[in-house]
């Protein structure tokens, strides 16, 4: 059976700690971040070749978005770490839309705006780093999902660090 594509086809950015932030009218894009795995190289003195191999463990993540001109309430706090929420709707084909929620604990760390003329609207991006607490949740299924405090990664709802906390012994988070 076919999987059709998904079309996003409205989003939203705002603050999850302050009602009143939403700005869907200002957003251009939202930049969801590569998801990488930490690798550890290694490369036998007596062997033929070097391997990468991959750790439960992730490079930094860091999403983002762009907005129509500058958004005044984003100055508030940047530098500070915020919880944050971009809600998005999917669709597919001939389907019914579904929700998308992106839960964001980091902190913004840039502001970015391109080059401007009163022809076009100038476009500003935002970037999150120190991102400590991250999870994609498409149509109410949990498909990523990453906390550092939990010392907590899942994919797909099932957890790649549980096996490694239960063999060093670490019974908290998760």
Same mark, same amino acid.
């Given at each position: ?6 079309q996003?086809?409205?989003m939203?950015?705002?603050r999850?700690t302050?009602?009143?932030?939403s700005?869907p009218?200002?957003i251009?894009?939202?930049? =969801?971040? @590569? #998801?990488k795995?930490?690798t550890v190289?290694?490369? %036998?003195?007596g062997?033929v070749?070097?391997?990468d191999?991959?750790?439960?463990r992730?490079?930094? =993540?860091?999403?983002?978005w762009? /907005?129509?001109? %500058?958004?005044d ?6 530098g500070?770490?915020?919880?944050? /929420?971009?809600?998005?709707a999917?669709?597919r084909k001939?389907? @019914? ?5 992106i ?10 705006p391109d080059?401007g003329s @009163? ?5 500003m991006?935002h970037?999150?780093?120190? #991102?400590?607490?991250?999870?994609f949740?498409?149509?109410g299924k949990?498909l ?5 405090e939990?010392i ?6 099932v957890? =790649?660090?549980?096996?490694?906390? /239960?063999a060093a012994?670490?019974s908290?988070?998760g």
């Amino acid at each position: 059976m076919a999987n059709p594509a998904y079309q996003l086809t409205i989003m939203d950015v705002r603050r999850a700690t302050r009602a009143g932030t939403s700005r869907p009218l200002k957003i251009s894009k939202i930049i =969801l971040p @590569a #998801v990488k795995f930490l690798t550890v190289n290694r490369n %036998p003195g007596g062997g033929v070749g070097s391997i990468d191999h991959g750790m439960p463990r992730l490079e930094p =993540l860091e999403p983002g978005w762009e /907005t129509f001109g %500058p958004d005044d309430d984003v100055f508030t706090g940047m530098g500070e770490m915020d919880k944050w /929420t971009f809600g998005c709707a999917y669709k597919r084909k001939n389907g @019914a839309p579904v929700p998308a929620r992106i839960e964001i604990e980091g902190v913004i760390t840039e502001w970015a705006p391109d080059e401007g003329s @009163a022809s076009e609207f100038q476009k500003m991006s935002h970037k999150f780093q120190t #991102v400590t607490h991250y999870e994609f949740i498409l149509n109410g299924k949990e498909l990523f999902y990453f906390d550092e405090e939990e010392i907590e990664i899942r994919r797909d709802g099932v957890s =790649l660090t549980q096996p490694h906390k /239960t063999a060093a012994g670490i019974s908290f988070g998760g």
